[in-house]
């Protein structure tokens, strides 16, 4: 939602391309210490029950948090659309409610953004060593409207450029050192209100008419139970953060507060120490009519008069013994003559918020409603608390088969569907490898490789070393296993890095000349040329037929040509550099991924990166080395030994 637009609600529709989907299952001296008069602040809500969020270096606690607040209030989809850890991917188990569900982790920012247009609030939990440059990036992402910053002790001069830039982005920042905000009965950042628990007893299930504001987290949780006690709880509570510059000061949010139609009275929780931008400038509002809801404000600190010399309180801004226009009993004081209601202590101040509160139904300014049309009612945020407790988590995670019900299925698909279908093991292979049902010349394709490469004879490694096994009286699994360990860079195992490279030079726009260059400049092999027995004169047959297959019935070759070009140069340094049956594979599988539209880019960069195209001549081969094992049982054939007379023994001479 973008808070520019006055008291909107965000139109979060899921985009149905979205391939990571969550699962149900500067310069020093132009800065200076002013705050930004944001106007995105003035518009009104920050948030909605449609509001999604991107957070970053995630804290699983506070992300549960946030899905536990979501099954209690009854949002119908999940809060936390991604999560961002750099250098890693992959997914977050989490629960929603009972359930457990998957949130997908990307490596950064942007591809996070991009993958969930809808999140328009950025939760940095990064330390205060990264806080900056990774909340200057999120300020960059269009789609990014509210940033919150949780790290505490975030350099002044960095504070500064993100006052700064979030006043040129007209975007909405809280913190540094900010626990959040709330927006009751919709959407909840991190740890703010504490547990779930806490949630429910602060009845922040549903929205009340009260907006608050503060600097701390903690005392924030505190006043949430107050405001439950002696009012209809709040609408919207936020914490700026207590550090010396934070981002949005009270009076930006108060102006929002104004704003907001369901927000009837306004509560303010300050401190002493900072600067005339905070509590002052509320009390200027007041004065001046810009703040016509009533105001109800305690600024903390008072005791600070009892010491002789200048003390620090727990939030960096909030120190004493300095001028006294930064006393606690002068904000108090100025506040009180603007007309805000400020109490003799803090004790008193739930009496006065309690008597503002009940003025204001007596007027009918505020009609008690109970339940709130289409927020949960207190039992069923009970209920649904309770459930809570009873969940357990899983061991293992499936996404490709399911065995529950009349019958098993595959990625979705029932066996019996697959039979009927008259389906082939390329079209399992594509559903239970690949999750993808592809078309007919893809899976003939798949089957093709399976029967072109279950064996190679009994002098290839892997078949030696099942065959020496098999002899030595292991049984079929061992000796299978001896014969599949051999697979590698060197034996059948090239698939995935020709892939690659192929990729690579295609991607990149490398012709096939600079590769070569490139390969060799390196030192590096080129992965799916070269061959120990075949030659230009005398081609693999294998290779021939999966061209040809290629030819006949592949939508396109790009890759497959591009290998090609990389043979025609190679061929000419030595006549056995050719495109082995491995580079063949892996260009070709690169071209029937490419020509298949329910595979994304992103997906066809995974598959090749988890080492799945290699998993195909594992496969294949097992059917060869398995045969091996049983021939060598047929014919009874007894232990092995290497002849001594094959081996050159060079220990005197060495």
């Known amino acids: ?47 909605s029950r449609e509001t999604q969020s991107l957070v970053y270096n995630f804290k699983p606690q506070a992300v549960q948090r946030m899905l536990d607040f979501d099954f209690v209030i009854g949002r119908e989809q999940p809060s936390v659309a991604g999560l961002i850890k750099p250098g890693s991917g992959g997914f977050h188990k989490a629960f929603s409610g009972q359930a457990e569900t998957l949130i997908p982790v990307y490596n950064g920012i942007q591809e996070a953004a991009e993958q969930h247009p809808n999140a328009t609030v950025f939760i940095n939990f990064a330390s205060q060593r990264s806080a900056f440059q990774s909340s200057m990036q999120a300020l960059e992402v269009p789609t990014l409207h509210t940033i919150v910053i949780i790290a505490e002790g975030v350099p002044e001069q960095e504070a500064r450029q993100l006052i700064r830039k979030a006043r ?97 009275m306004i509560v303010l929780l300050g401190e002493l120490g900072g600067d005339e931008e905070d509590e002052y400038a509320v009390a200027a509002a007041v004065k001046s009519g810009e703040i016509t809801k009533p105001v109800c404000a305690w600024v903390s600190g008072t005791c600070a008069a009892l010491f002789k010399t200048e003390i620090q309180f727990g939030h960096a801004g909030a120190r004493g013994g300095g001028p006294e226009s930064e006393s606690a009993a002068a904000k108090n004081r100025t506040l009180r003559e603007a007309g805000v209601l400020v109490p003799n202590s803090y004790e008193g101040f739930e009496q006065v918020i309690a008597k503002c509160y009940q003025g204001l139904v007596e007027k009918g300014t505020i009609v008690e409603k109970t339940p709130r049309a289409g927020y949960q009612t207190a039992d069923k945020a009970a209920s649904a608390l309770f459930s809570l407790k009873t969940r357990r988590g899983s061991n293992f995670i499936s996404t490709i088969s399911d065995d529950r019900g009349e019958e098993p299925s595959y990625a979705g698909t029932p066996i019996s569907r697959i039979v009927e279908d008259n389906a082939g093991v390329g079209h399992v292979v594509c559903l239970l490898w690949f999750k993808k049902n592809l078309p007919k010349w893809a899976t003939k394709f798949v089957e093709l490789i399976i029967v072109l490469t279950a064996d190679h004879g009994p002098c290839v490694s892997g078949a030696h070393n099942t065959i020496v096994a098999s002899r030595a009286g292991k049984d079929l ?61 005398n081609p693999d047959k294998r290779v021939e037929i999966l061209k040809q297959y290629a030819k006949t019935h592949f939508p396109g070759t790009t890759y497959l040509n591009y290998a090609m070009e990389v043979e025609n140069i190679t061929t000419k340094k030595a006549n056995n550099l050719i495109l082995n049956v491995d580079g063949t594979i892996a260009a070709m599988f690169l071209d029937m991924f490419l020509n298949c539209e329910n595979v994304s880019p992103a997906e066809l960069d995974e598959i090749v990166d988890i080492g799945a195209l290699n998993g195909l001549f594992v496969f294949s081969r097992t059917i060869g080395l398995i045969g091996h094992t049983l021939d060598q049982k047929r014919l009874k054939q007894g232990l092995y030994r290497h002849p001594w007379d094959d081996v050159l023994y060079l220990a005197d001479q060495i």
């Open 168 to 264: 040129d982005t007209k975007k909405v920042v809280l913190g540094p050192g900010s626990i959040g905000g709330i927006q009751a009965g919709a959407f909840k950042i991190g740890d703010t209100a504490g547990t779930v628990e806490n949630c429910v007893a602060g009845r922040l299930y549903r929205p009340g008419s009260v907006g608050f504001v503060s600097k701390s987290g903690g005392m924030s949780n505190e006043m949430y139970n107050v405001l439950s006690r002696v009012t209809n709880g709040i609408y919207e509570g936020i914490a700026i953060g207590g550090e010396g510059y934070p981002c949005s000061t009270f009076i930006d949010h108060i102006r929002r507060f104004q704003a907001i139609s369901e927000i009837k």
């Open 477 to 537: 699994v061992s000796s299978l296993c001896s014969g599949l360990l051999t697979i590698g860079p060197r034996f059948g195992g090239a698939i995935d890095e020709a892939a690659r490279t192929w990729k690579m030079g295609v991607d990149k726009k490398i012709s096939a000349f600079d590769l070569v260059e490139l390969k060799k400049k390196k030192g590096e092999v080129i992965s799916g040329i070269g061959h120990r027995v075949k030659t230009v004169f």
């Open 1 to 47: 939602m973008d808070p520019a637009t006055p008291s909107s609600s965000s139109s979060a529709t899921k985009p149905e391309d979205d391939k990571k989907s969550m699962l149900y299952l500067s310069e020093t001296k132009i800065l200076s210490a002013e705050k930004p008069k944001a106007e995105a602040l003035r518009a009104g809500n920050l948030f």
